[in-house]
Structures are given as structure tokens and as C-alpha cells.
């Protein structure tokens, strides 16, 4: 198989150890997927593309598009697990600096406030209505947060 251009070696080598090479080209991902129904991404397109090498990470918006709901992965017969290899080339594209604005806003939003989403006077009223204590993320969870997103490396990518 072609060596995959995804812009980083690290992601070639894990790429190129999953069986993309065992698609059969069936499209029994594609009939299942959400986003492909609604003119969103065709996993199987990203698939043969991505084996062929000329996937363009740095600019392919529809990685974007998939709802990872796995059902692609589901689907699959031949164990390719397209769910997860559309995942990694989404790490891929973010990691050069393809990534929605929206994607980013949340990112940031999370790795200051350990939330995807604000807290606002809305959420404190809703929670209270519902008998809920108020959003607090403790010191230690953030601490945790701050090793995990070291680890994933979230916090080297480029969100502006
Ligand atoms: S369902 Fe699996 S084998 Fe079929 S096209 Fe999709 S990835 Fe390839
Ligand atoms: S995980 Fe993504 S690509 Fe797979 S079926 Fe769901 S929306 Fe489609």
C-alpha cells in the first residue's frame, strides 16, 4: 500500500497499521452512515482515498462531518473499523491546522474550563430547577485534565 500522507510520521505509522487494505469496497459503511445521507462525509470515499495517498488532510473539510456514531464500524465486515480511522485522520488535519472554528472554540473552551460548553447563567438556573448542584470542576479533576490533554497533545494545536 502507498504510504498514507497525513502529515505526520507518527500518524503514517498508526494508520498504516490499521487493515485499511482489507476494504473490499463494499460501501455497507456508506448505505449506514448519518452524515453521508445528509450530504455530509462518505466514509468510504475518505477510505480509498486515504489508501491511495492523496487524501489532503490539510484541507478536507468533510472529516468534519462525520457524527462518530460508529455505525460505519458496525457495519463493517472486514474489521477496518472506518470509525476510528476517520477519528485519526481528523487528529491528522487539526494537527495542520484543518479544523473548524466551532471545533476550536469548544477545544479552548474545555481546556480552560474542563467544559465542551458554557456555563452560563441559563445552565445554573436549569441544574437548580432540576435539583442539581451547580457545575464545579475541582482543582484534582483539573489537574487531571491538564495530564490528559498534555498526553493527547490538544493543547499543541494551533486553535486561533
Ligand atoms: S464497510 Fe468496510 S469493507 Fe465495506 S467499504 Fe466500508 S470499510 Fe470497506
Ligand atoms: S462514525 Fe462517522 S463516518 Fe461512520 S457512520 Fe457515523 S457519521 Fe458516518
Redesign the pocket.
Given at each position: 500500500m502507498k504510504a498514507l500522507r497525513t502529515g505526520t510520521a507518527e500518524l503514517d505509522r498508526v494508520l498504516e497499521e490499521r487493515p485499511i487494505w482489507?476494504?473490499?469496497?463494499?460501501?455497507?459503511?456508506?448505505g449506514i452512515c448519518p452524515s453521508e445521507k445528509a450530504g455530509g462525509i462518505r466514509?468510504?470515499d475518505i477510505?480509498t482515498r486515504a489508501s491511495l495517498g492523496v487524501l489532503e488532510l490539510d484541507r478536507e473539510r468533510s472529516l468534519w462531518l462525520c457524527a462518530v456514531c460508529n455505525s460505519?464500524t458496525e457495519?463493517?465486515?472486514?474489521g477496518?473499523d472506518?470509525a476510528e480511522v476517520i477519528a485519526l485522520l481528523r487528529g491528522g488535519a487539526a494537527g495542520l491546522g484543518n479544523i473548524p472554528k466551532h471545533f476550536s472554540e469548544e477545544a479552548k473552551l474545555f481546556i480552560r474550563s474542563g467544559l465542551s460548553f458554557p456555563n452560563t447563567g441559563m445552565t445554573k438556573k436549569l441544574r437548580k430547577d432540576l435539583g442539581l448542584d451547580d457545575l464545579a470542576i475541582p482543582p484534582e479533576t483539573m489537574l487531571e485534565l491538564a495530564l490528559l490533554i498534555k498526553r493527547t497533545r490538544l493543547g499543541e494545536l494551533r486553535l486561533d
Open positions: 482489507k476494504c473490499q469496497q463494499c460501501g455497507l459503511c456508506s466514509p468510504i477510505l460505519c457495519r463493517c465486515q472486514m477496518v472506518p
